[in-house]
């Protein structure tokens, strides 16, 4: 079977569920072959007017999708499977798209042997830049991982991880984005203090982190070449990169990941 001949739902559309949605669809998969549910009137109503897709209620998904993507909130996610647990056939593929859930917790919930692949991506999948991250439950397959990858692909790069690994993944890619996001403001400030528009300060940090990340991807060398071949001796950049050193800045990133990672595993726990 073609991987765009696979109905899917995305369960609880909310803003993940809803940038995989609008990624299908700009790959070409048929608008027909998606369904979607949201908990509130009106956001159903955004997803349909928005999309074109169709929204149902849980149990009309999990009766007419081959693929069940399921990214309502971690919190949410048991009573979730309590609702619809039982109604799931075995040999449907569940995607789980809710950060910090195991497959594990999934396999409890729904019936034995039923195929769970683990998905961590992120926001950039709104221009198609995201990174998405696949880890196989106990009872999924090649071919399920690999329908996992046809269907994240056109929203950016994708991995395959161990599942011990997702919650390094949630620290590093898939809260990544804010933490560039952070760096640019203060940037932004920093050209604002030194005299600069901060249209001007904008776009030049903007487009500099654009061609940074660019020369990262396609040169193939590491970022510590790449820095050193700005930094001159007893010049600007060294001066900077003092500062940034004597303020932490490196054990800062460092000891923010780990939070990050811990939080994802406290969500876990919360939810079993």
């Not at 908990?39 to 149990?59: F, H, M």
């Not at 995607?95 to 039923?114: D, K, Y």
């Not at 900077?240 to 811990?262: F, P, Q, S, T, Y």
Request: proline share 6%.
């Amino acid at each position: 079977m073609a991987v765009g001949d696979h109905t899917v739902a995305v369960i609880g559309a909310g803003k993940i569920g809803e940038l995989m949605l609008s990624g299908l669809l700009r790959s070409g998969w048929p608008v027909g072959r998606l369904l979607a549910t949201a908990r509130r009137p009106i956001r159903a109503e955004e997803l349909a007017t928005r999309y074109g897709v169709q929204v149902v209620d849980n149990l009309t998904a999990v009766g007419e999708a081959d693929v069940l993507a399921i990214s309502v909130k971690p919190q949410d996610a048991a009573a979730l499977l309590d609702e619809i647990g039982p109604k799931v056939p075995a040999d449907k593929l569940v995607i789980s798209l809710c950060a910090g859930l195991p497959t594990s917790f999934f396999n409890r919930r729904l019936p034995e042997g039923t195929p769970v692949v683990r998905v961590m991506t992120n926001t950039p999948a709104l221009v198609d830049q995201a990174m998405s991250a696949i880890s196989a439950g106990a009872h999924a397959t090649g071919e399920h991982l690999a329908l996992a990858e046809e269907m994240f692909t056109p929203l950016g790069a994708t991995v395959r991880v161990p599942e011990s690994q997702q919650d390094a993944v949630t620290a590093l890619s898939g809260s990544g984005p804010a933490y560039f996001y952070l760096l640019v403001e203060a940037m932004v400030d920093a050209g604002i203090l030194l005299g600069l528009p901060r249209q001007v300060a904008h776009e030049l940090i903007v487009q500099t982190a654009i061609g940074s990340a660019v020369m990262l991807r396609d040169s193939g060398e590491h970022p510590v070449k790449l820095r050193e071949a700005v930094t001159s001796p007893a010049g600007t950049t060294i001066s900077a990169i003092r500062e940034l050193e004597n303020h932490g800045v490196r054990a800062a990133m460092l000891a923010a990941l780990e939070a990050a990672r811990d939080r994802a595993r406290e969500l876990a726990a919360q939810s079993e």
